[in-house]
T-cell receptor, first 111, second 116 residues
Framework: TQLLEQSPQFLSIQEGENLTVYCNSS?????LQWYRQEPGEGPVLLVT?????EVKKLKRLTFQFGDARKDSSLHITAAQPGDTGLYLC???????????FGAGTRLFVKA | DSGVTQTPKHLITATGQRVTLRCSPR?????VYWYQQSLDQGLQFLIQ???????AKGNILERFSAQQFPDLHSELNLSSLELGDSALYFC???????????????FGPGTRLTVL
């Protein structure tokens, strides 16, 4: 059974701090997505990474796909209260139709 | 705006009842996915349809069913509702590339179901 494990499950930090969220699996993915979800709303796509070792930046967010395409990280620099939310990673399978989601990291940034 | 629409936004009903949730995918997307998210929980994959046919099944109860119509919109039917079915139900869509590999899913705003 494919699993995507996210860590930490919960993170509460002060505004201005840096943080890293991890998404790990023993499976190889053809691509991996990161989403951010606010309470009561649908997940919003942040980025898709497809190449092993790929690094993508979105303002203060840096996403990295592992060389073996089994893991990924999301680094936020100088976190702001507006970054508060549930961060979900999702791995798209190879040769099939199944995408799996991690359980998410709930981030709370205090002003 | 992801381009995926869901109706209704809110639904309040009683135990034992039946409801239908509707989803319209992004233009050009052939795959539709349904997810359930209970309070403070992650996304639980229910079912996927691709171009009108069921493609993958997750932890979907027998009381739940779905279908995708020729115009590619999808409906999720929930019957004999129980209190524990109260949750957010999300629909997502994707292109689904040739060869069967999955690609990025785009989510709708969700339907909040409350069973009293």
């Amino acid at each position: 059974t494919q699993l995507l494990e996210q860590s930490p499950q919960f993170l509460s930090i002060q505004e201005g701090e840096n943080l890293t969220v991890y998404c790990n699996s023993s499976s190889v993915f053809s691509s991996l997505q990161w989403y951010r979800q606010e309470p009561g709303e649908g997940p919003v796509l942040l980025v898709t990474v497809v190449t092993g070792g790929e690094v993508k930046k979105l303002k203060r967010l840096t996403f990295q796909f592992g060389d073996a395409r089994k893991d990924s990280s999301l680094h936020i620099t100088a976190a702001q209260p507006g970054d508060t939310g549930l961060y979900l990673c999702a791995g798209a399978g190879t040769g099939g139709f199944k995408t799996i989601f991690g359980a998410g990291t709930r981030l709370f940034v205090k002003a | 705006d992801s381009g995926v629409t869901q109706t209704p936004k809110h639904l309040i009903t009683a135990t034992g009842q039946r409801v239908t949730l509707r989803c319209s995918p992004r233009s050009g997307d052939l795959s539709v996915y349904w997810y359930q998210q209970s309070l403070d929980q992650g996304l639980q994959f229910l079912i996927q349809y691709y171009n009108g046919e069921e493609r993958a099944k997750g932890n979907i109860l027998e009381r739940f069913s779905a279908q995708q119509f020729p115009d590619l919109h999808s409906e999720l039917n929930l019957s004999s509702l129980e209190l524990g079915d109260s949750a957010l139900y999300f629909c997502a869509s994707s292109v689904t590339l040739a060869g069967g590999s999955t690609d990025t899913q785009y989510f709708g705003p969700g339907t909040r179901l409350t069973v009293l």
